[in-house]
T-cell receptor, first 114, second 113 residues
């Protein structure tokens, strides 16, 4: 009953440090996504993937990188962290059309850059 | 392109009051429509969905009807509870956009006893 699992849940980074947010899903979904949510704001798409080996940029990709070597995993890499990257990050997955295109979210990763 | 416009908040209601959160959309084809709920400190959870015109999605006393003629998917609940306090997001997805999901900006609801 795991669904989409993200780690870590909380992290404090210093400016210039790098880190990877891990995301794994056990529903065999083709599509995976990374969103960020700034305080009091909606969701912004960072990167997405339509299947293993395929990734593409979303609305706000600068400062981030992703990879999709397996169907299950979709890590998000933050390079040279900046205060503007302080946010809550959500990983999500979806089976895609026509299987039923509901999107399922992880519980979020709270990141603070100081 | 596709987009979702949601009623701005925050909304504050007394317990047992009637709730409406407006949502309208723009889409090129025939989208599926969703309402997601986000409780404090948690991720978004699917509340209800509708996949074609005139469908009504319902869950936990919440309802929304897919109105193609008015491009709307308003969320309603007849009697809100304190436990309904959360942020509500309207969203759409359609097959001709590569399974992209478009979210509204969210509406914060606070229910007071």
């Amino acid at each position: 009953n795991a669904g989409v699992t993200q780690t870590p849940k909380f992290r404090i980074l210093k400016i210039g440090q790098s880190m990877t947010l891990q995301c794994t899903q056990d529903m065999n979904h083709n599509y995976m996504y990374w969103y960020r949510q700034d305080p009091g704001m909606g969701l912004k798409l960072i990167y997405y993937s339509v299947g293993a080996g395929i990734t593409d940029k979303g609305e706000v990709p600068n400062g981030y990188n992703v990879s999709r070597s397996t169907t299950e995993d979709f890590p998000l890499r933050l390079e040279l962290a900046a205060p503007s990257q302080t946010s809550v990050y959500f990983c999500a997955s979806s089976p895609g059309w026509p299987a039923g295109n509901t999107i399922y979210f992880g519980e979020g990763s709270w990141l603070t850059v100081v | 392109g596709d987009s979702v416009t949601q009623m701005e908040g925050p909304v504050t209601l007394s317990e047992e009051a009637f709730l409406t959160i407006n949502c309208t959309y723009t889409a090129t084809g025939y989208p599926s429509l969703f309402w997601y709920v986000q409780y404090p400190g948690e991720g978004l959870q699917l509340l209800l969905k509708a996949t074609k015109a005139d469908d009504k999605g319902s869950n936990k006393g919440f309802e929304a009807t897919y109105r193609k003629e008015t491009t709307s998917f308003h969320l309603e609940k007849g009697s809100v509870q304190v436990s309904d306090s959360a942020v509500y997001f309207c969203a759409l997805s359609e097959s001709n956009t590569g399974n992209q999901f478009y979210f509204g900006t969210g509406t914060s609801l606070t229910v007071i006893p």
